[in-house]
């Protein structure tokens, strides 16, 4: 009998349709990575053959390149255009609407959560560990306390996430600066499933193990067989082998004390003149939650709506109060948005709000470095190296304590 | 509908100066929702529409296209004074249009080589948006306006509340539908990350950059963006066309305050 809830399994290659088609058997909307405008996107996924074999990709600051890998490698790219959010907090929601009858009375609906349900459940298939952290740390914010967005813990409760460790990090990725990778942290319980994929003499295959009981459950109908120890070591190896080529790596210095010491630093107007204020950054950081209020009505004006749509600190409308917005320059509005992820998101939520996926670095059209902006204020301002790395554990430490964002 | 409720409709208004029609048009485009609109306004005054014109004073008035004549100058006035709100609509109303083109160059020499008798044509040195001549209550960018845009610019204006209308980068829509980005995946050159967001992010979604129609954005930085449109194959006289289309004197008059400007 097989104890699926401790062990590790081997899933080969061709092993991949048949976790779809469970995944989709289940009524779930798998979502994956696929390759799609030049780029290794989200999307739904209704057969393996549409995940990216053989595809990978090559990062700067500033560029992305979908490139054919010389292997047959599934999960050997990192992170795209999009995250997760997309479909845990997605870009527009309707939250109520109100309508006026002929006598002139007014019924408000709030967004039913049966309806919610009648939304497929979805299966993440290929979440990255940094990204795993992400969903962690916006669930938090989004998910915990007495503020909890309900529909948004409702989508997250509802989903089955396939975690597949990071075994080609890209020359943007700094997750072990955040203690966010490449491994799946096996005290993590934010996810379903766990693998890690493997190409070697041995074959193409994925060391894969259970994170839950719907995973457990899961694994007893796919065709896996036992893992060997050797197989279990050569998975740790590769991803003992990412964290030593990580791309980027974050100053090893208290970052929430360095945000809260820069705050006059000169380099923000050095910043300021490359920033094009775009947004780009923060609709592609998987932890950005920020949205504004929209007001619809109709012609009729017996109509109206709330929706609730992505917003960004970088929009001047962001911070607009009567006689104008409060952060008017660029230089304050890139200032709020790497004080608040790197320093403030600390003293809301207990955690950095950066989990080293280097999205920010990629998608910036001018490539403004998050790494070399905090390595730059450091150096201005002579914020000591820390070489215990406190932040990244704490991270850790807030991460398992808190149950805001586990499933 | 009783005939009191219909005589208390708000009235609308549309009128044109120098433009092609192309924003009107964009109000007639809106079929289904232009017969509930029809109901709820009286439209009193849309010569694309219909010929029966009445007369003011109009509660809402759109104002297509620029001044270029002394004729519309005058006119826009007497407009202004009719409208208890009056709302631009496209890039001629709200920058100039591309008939601006003629506020960098000679006039008179244009004139006498397009027309064959240049000394029928009245016509006035600049062409300038309406703005710059009456006050106006909201302006709506693009060439041509979006319908949606349209729709809930009037829908506000109708039951008193603000617009919502974001005057952020058209990256915003980019990233909100999903595109991938053209400049940073494909190093396509695209204006986005200074224009104005209005029309969904069109041209990106079908692999193109943007090209700027709906005018810069409210914090547009574009001595930052002028280094990657000349890495990702701009030349000079490209890059010059490419500012200096629909919205060319608004963009031109960034390009000067930029050259000046530091960031604060």
Redesign the interface.
């Known amino acids: 009998m097989k104890d699926v809830r401790r062990d590790a399994w081997v899933l080969r290659d061709d092993g991949l349709a048949a976790l779809v088609r469970e995944l989709a058997r289940d009524g779930r909307q798998v979502i994956g990575p696929t390759v799609r405008d030049g780029a290794i996107v989200l999307a739904e996924v209704d057969d393996a053959a549409q995940l990216p074999h053989g595809w990978g990709v090559e990062l700067a600051a500033g560029r992305y390149r979908l490139v054919r890998r010389e292997d047959a490698m599934v999960f050997a790219h990192s992170a795209g255009p999009q995250s997760w959010k997309a479909y845990l907090h997605p870009q527009h929601v309707r939250r109520w609407t109100a309508d006026r009858n002929a006598g002139g009375e007014w019924t408000v609906r709030g967004e039913d959560e049966r309806e919610a349900d009648a939304v497929p459940a979805y299966a993440f298939l290929g979440v990255r560990p940094c990204d795993l952290r992400a969903i962690a740390v916006q669930g938090r914010v989004l998910g915990g306390g007495p503020g909890a967005d309900t529909a948004y813990r409702r989508r997250l409760d509802r989903t089955f996430i396939v975690a597949v460790e990071c075994t080609d990090p890209g020359a943007t990725c700094f997750c072990t600066s955040m203690g966010s990778g490449p491994a799946v942290d096996v005290h993590d319980r934010g996810y379903d499933l766990a693998m890690t994929e493997l190409l070697d003499e041995g074959g193409h295959r994925f060391l894969i193990r259970a994170g839950s009981d719907a995973g457990a459950e899961l694994l007893t109908r796919l065709p896996v067989e036992g893992a060997a120890p050797l197989t279990e070591s050569a998975a740790r190896h590769v991803v003992a082998d990412a964290a030593e080529r990580m791309g980027r790596s974050m100053p090893p210095v208290d970052l929430h004390a360095l945000m809260a010491g820069s705050m006059a630093a000169e380099r923000w107007d050095d910043v300021a003149s490359r920033c094009l204020t775009c947004g780009n950054c923060t609709m592609v950081c998987p932890t950005c939650f920020c949205t504004t209020t929209e007001d619809v009505t109709d012609l009729t004006g017996d109509h109206a709506e709330r929706w609730q749509r992505w917003d960004s600190c970088f929009d001047l409308d962001f911070s607009q109060l009567h006689g104008g917005p409060v952060r008017a320059s660029g230089r304050s509005r890139y200032r709020q948005w790497l004080t608040h992820k790197l320093g403030t998101w600390h003293d809301q939520f207990g955690e950095s709000g950066c989990v080293g996926c280097g999205r920010c670095i990629v998608w910036c059209p001018v490539g403004i470095d998050i790494t070399e902006e905090a390595a730059a204020l450091a150096e201005e301002t002579g914020q000591p190296e820390n070489r215990g790395s406190v932040q990244a554990a704490e991270s850790v430490r807030h991460a398992r304590q808190e149950g805001g964002g586990r499933r | 509908m009783p005939a009191a409720a219909r005589a208390t409709r708000p009235t609308l208004a549309v009128f044109k100066l120098a433009s092609c029609d192309g924003c009107q048009l964009t109000l007639l485009d809106c079929e289904d929702?232009l017969l509930?609109?029809a109901g709820?306004v009286e439209i009193r005054h849309f010569l694309e529409a219909s010929s029966a014109v009445g007369s003011g004073p109009y509660d809402l008035a759109l104002v297509e296209g620029s001044i270029t004549t002394a004729e519309d100058r005058r006119r826009v006035h007497e407009i202004r004074a009719a409208a208890r709100h009056l709302v631009t609509i496209g890039a001629c109303a709200t920058a100039g249009g591309i008939q601006a083109l003629r506020n960098f160059a000679d006039v008179a020499e244009y004139r006498a080589t397009v027309y064959a008798r240049p000394e029928y044509i009245a016509t006035l040195a600049t062409s300038t948006p309406v703005s710059a001549h009456v006050p106006v209550d909201f302006e709506l960018r693009g060439c041509p306006i979006d319908r949606g845009q349209l729709?809930e610019v009037?829908?506000?204006f109708?039951?008193g509340?603000k617009p919502?209308i974001?005057?952020?980068?058209v990256?915003?829509a980019c990233?909100?539908r999903?595109?991938?980005?053209v400049?940073?995946?494909?190093?396509t050159p695209?204006l986005?990350?200074?224009t104005h967001a209005g029309c969904g992010a069109i041209c990106p979604a079908y692999?193109r950059g943007c090209y700027g129609c709906f005018g810069p954005s409210?914090?547009?930085?574009l001595?930052?963006?002028i280094p990657?449109l000349r890495r990702d194959g701009m030349d000079e006289p490209t890059l010059g066309r490419a500012l200096r289309t629909y919205n060319a004197t608004a963009f031109a008059e960034l390009a000067a305050r930029s050259g000046e400007e530091?960031?604060?």
Do not use: Q, Y
């Open positions: 929702e509930e609109l709820r729709l009037i829908t506000a109708l039951v509340r919502d974001p005057d952020h980068s990256c915003f990233k909100r999903g595109t991938v980005c400049t940073v995946a494909h190093g695209c986005g990350p200074v692999g409210a914090s547009p930085n001595p930052a963006l990657l530091r960031p604060s």
